[in-house]
């Protein structure tokens, strides 16, 4: 078996790209089933965010797996796969554990050390178990990356400052404008990434917040976390006319399908005023064709690339030290990957001694006689089970733990010699 992963980030695809190979939560269920349904896919998760997607496969043909993502990828964006590979990479076993765990420290993001990323991979892992894409290779995979996320966040300061997309479309929105606390903010849709553009908003100096959400409900909520802050909440159908009077709008919605355009702001922005857009979303928020109006600029996530180069000296020491953590996670999951080669032995060891206990209980029992067997057979059961369970507990566990891969064998190796194991059963 092998671990792949076949996926495309900010390092290797535009957004214009990454927005059409986006799979929403919503849609996860039915690519999982999709994914399962190939023939060479035994295991499969899914890692969408908005600066990546990513594909994580067990196989046991590795060159038909890829083929078999490839192809889904190709279904799912409507792109063909001659333009769909230059953006697409691909990496085996080493460098697919390793990769994980980069993501999942923060160390692969667009803004260095980003702890949003860390959820993000914990709602795949949950996501792949609960629809069934996930079984015993990834589901370790998996805890070993969260594993080790958190030991990077709790062990280093990687994660200190401004550290996620939202943070840093503040920190571009404050460079694009003298005092923010003179701007009128608009910020469209709820979810977390507003609750954490508010966050850094507020802390920023911003004092004239709106949010606009299909919900007010929850748009009060989110206003509610900051009871000393004057924000204003208004349903979807008064978006326009927020942003008529403001400066400037932040988007982050799931919406796939752009809800701003060129049309829709050249009736509310007069000619003479000025507008700037950051739109933290993928899919797009915001329609290229906006950048044809004079008085509007608009940013996008691959917009953010001046900020994060601004961040990303002064974490590359902390960036650093976090590696070396990885390292001791990625060696804890190699010995139990490696571990994986003894299942077979260890089993067909445990199934022959659970035979031959069985026969003699009940060779046993038969000559105690009916009641007395009756009366004590539980007793009698456990006791067998126990003595065995302890004969084997000490090699099973010298066995599983031989790292030396040589070593290992030749333990297997005399282990089937000794209790003539059958080869058809290993085999199996």
Same mark, same amino acid.
């Given at each position: ?46 890692? +969408? ?21 490839? @192809? ?35 160390? &692969? ?44 966040? +709790? ?81 979807? +159908? ?30 509310? %922005? ?25 008085? %509007? @600029?608009?940013?996008?996530? &691959? ?23 990885? &390292? ?5 999951? &190699? ?66 733990? @031989? ?26």
């Amino acid at each position: 078996m092998n671990i792949i992963v076949v996926g495309l980030s900010h390092k290797t695809a535009p957004v214009e790209i990454r927005e059409k190979l986006s799979i929403p939560e919503p849609q996860t269920e039915t690519a999982i089933a999709n994914l399962t349904s190939y023939p060479h896919i035994d295991e499969v998760a899914i890692l +969408s965010t908005c600066n990546r997607l990513e594909i994580y496969i067990v196989t046991s043909e590795t060159e038909r797996g890829i083929r078999e993502v490839t @192809q889904f990828l190709s279904e799912h964006s409507r792109l063909p796969l001659q333009s769909l590979r230059q953006h697409l990479f691909m990496l085996l076993h080493g460098d697919a554990v390793m990769h994980l765990m980069r993501v999942a420290a923060g160390l &692969d993001s667009l803004v260095l050390g980003e702890g949003q990323i860390l959820a993000q991979v914990k709602n795949t892992h949950k996501l792949g178990q609960q629809y069934n894409g996930i079984k015993i290779i990834l589901n370790r995979l998996f805890k070993q990356a969260l594993t080790a996320g958190k030991r990077v966040r +709790s062990e280093t300061s990687i994660g200190t400052g401004a550290v996620s997309i939202s943070s840093a479309a503040v920190e571009l929105a404050q460079m694009k404008t003298t005092n923010l606390s003179d701007c009128r903010v608009a910020i469209i849709g709820a979810g977390k990434m507003s609750r954490l553009l508010v966050q850094h908003l507020i802390s920023k100096g911003a004092t004239q917040i709106s949010i606009v959400n299909r919900s007010q409900e929850r748009a009060q909520q989110l206003a509610n976390l900051y009871p000393d802050q004057p924000i204003y909440t208004y349903v979807l +159908s008064e978006m326009m006319a927020v942003i008529a009077k403001s400066d400037l709008v932040f988007t982050s919605t799931s919406a796939t399908e752009p809800i701003l355009n060129k049309s829709r702001l050249e009736k509310v %922005v007069e000619p003479h005023g000025s507008l700037m857009l950051f739109d933290i979303s993928v899919p797009r928020n915001v329609d290229a064709d906006v950048n044809q109006l004079s008085h %509007v @600029q608009a940013f996008n996530v &691959d917009d953010l690339k001046a900020v994060v180069a601004q961040n990303y000296e002064s974490r590359r020491q902390m960036a650093e030290e976090a590696e070396k953590l990885l &390292d001791e996670e990625i060696l804890a999951f &190699d010995i139990w990957w490696r571990s994986l080669e003894t299942v077979s032995t260890i089993s067909c060891l445990r199934n022959k001694i659970e035979t031959i206990r069985e026969q003699e209980l009940e060779k046993a029992l038969s000559r105690l006689g009916a009641e007395f067997a009756d009366k004590h057979q539980e007793v009698i059961e456990a006791l067998t089970r126990g003595i065995v369970n302890k004969i084997l507990h000490d090699p099973m566990v010298q066995l599983r733990a @031989q790292q030396d891969v040589e070593a290992r064998r030749n333990c297997m190796q005399t282990l089937q010699i000794l209790f003539n194991l059958d080869a058809g059963n290993l085999a199996n």
